[in-house]
């Protein structure tokens, strides 16, 4: 394992309202199959709790940028409390989730992965040297791009929650507000 970089520290999304689990993860599975990153080791959680549903997602997408650097990110999701909601959506009542999310997005630059230049204390000599002082233009290029795709990300996530801002809980809701 070559040195890792880590360029994106703990951004996070936090959202407590109505949403729809399932279109939350459709959302998320036509990012993958959109970006050129590929999936990497993920692990699931949930529980049944007498407050609701708990769940827990951690995914580590990653991409070969050169033979060189490649680019990942971990990405956990937690949902707390998710309950069936009845709501009213353009007149028609439908059934969604009430929960409160919570996203940390974490992006990091791995250099030489296949641990090429580790092998001797000459080869790491020579690797720290050629990183640190001639290609540190192109490691900073590629440390703005994992920087890029994790803000791509999270304006997803972002925007797929700004889209159920205004919806109502039925049961909540006086019988004047129609």
Known sequence: ????????????????????????????????????????????SEQRTHHGKCIEYVYWPWKKQTDYIRHYMKLRILIYDAKKVDVMVDGKKQRLDHARFLLYLDGFVENDYESRWRDTPLFMFIRTLASKFFYKRYAKFMERMVIDDCHHLYEKFERFFNMYRSFRPVKKQPHFYY
């Open 1 to 44: 394992m070559g040195e890792v970089n880590q360029v994106v520290d703990h951004l996070k999304l936090e959202y407590k309202g109505i949403f729809n689990i399932k279109e939350l993860f459709g959302m998320f599975g036509r990012w993958y199959k959109e970006s050129p990153y590929e999936k990497g080791g993920d692990y699931i």
